[in-house]
């Protein structure tokens, strides 16, 4: 059965685009069919750690919301982009990073039942074993029909005040909208913190699991989201941490 996953932060910066790239990578390594869909449409990046070109994106998440393709016809198949031995396939749904339809979502917005109808819509047409929703910081529309649709939703966090107070806020609406599984995600974490101490702060925080603690880590701040940071360093505590919170998500 295929699953639908969000990964969710509630403010930006927390490393949300590249742990859904990594996440997708080591699933896609274990042979499954991966789908990838940049939903945080005022700001998309997650193109550019699968080395996706403007040049290649025939269509966009954009031209879907608009009419003017099927949903499956905005997933580009990057698995050769990815690097090391992937015996899955990724397809990334993009947004644009053209000025002009950027501002024109902004301006004029879209119909949020479209994405819903999208994602189970490219599930079936490309045979997915899972779908990963990168969605946009903060709590809007799009955001709670992502989470309210999820088998599965990874929140991220960085050890910082005001990620903790915003992310209260993510976690008590998931709850609300019994997501099957949730695991939060601690990122960035820097050297002087004991990782059990901040797992356990966290659980009892939030009343919620600790899927991973991830270190700080100057090698993904050198990579600058240039390529996938679990196939560059698979030896990496970064990645073991990663590896974990996958094998989880698969259970």
């Known amino acids: 059965m295929s699953k639908i996953i969000s990964i969710h932060s509630f403010r930006g910066g927390t490393g949300k685009s590249n742990t859904t790239a ?12 991966v789908g990838v ?22 269509h966009s998440l954009n031209d879907y919301l608009w009419g003017k393709c099927a949903i499956e016809d905005a997933a580009h198949d990057v698995t050769g982009h990815l690097g090391g031995e992937i015996s899955g396939q990724v397809f990334l749904i993009p947004s644009s990073i053209k000025a002009g339809e950027i501002a024109r979502i902004l301006r004029e917005g879209y119909d949020v039942g479209l994405l819903n109808d ?8 490309l045979k997915l074993d899972y779908l990963l929703i990168d969605t946009h910081p903060g709590l809007n529309e799009e955001t709670l029909l992502s989470i309210a649709i ?47 101490d901040v797992r356990a702060r966290v659980e ?15 090698e993904m701040m050198s990579l600058a989201s240039s390529g996938i940071f679990s196939i560059r360093f698979p030896d990496h505590p970064v990645t073991k941490g990663l590896r974990s919170l996958v094998d989880q998500l698969k259970d």
Do not use: C, W
Request: glycine share 4%; no cysteine; aromatic share 4%.
């Open 118 to 125: 999208g994602f189970r819509d490219v599930v079936d047409k």
């Open 150 to 196: 999820s088998n599965a939703l990874v929140i991220i966090l960085r050890p910082d005040s005001q990620d903790y107070q915003g992310t209260a806020v993510t976690v008590d609406v998931a709850k609300k909208l019994d997501v099957p599984k949730m695991l939060m995600l601690v990122n960035k974490v820097p050297n002087t913190l004991d990782p059990e």
């Open 37 to 58: 869909v940049d939903t945080d449409i005022a700001s998309p990046g997650i193109h550019v750690l699968f080395n996706l070109d403007e040049s290649e994106m025939v």
């Open 204 to 218: 009892q925080t939030y009343d919620a699991k600790v899927g991973a603690v991830l270190p700080h880590s100057d």
């Open 22 to 33: 990594n996440i997708a990578a080591m699933l896609a390594a274990d042979g499954a069919r």
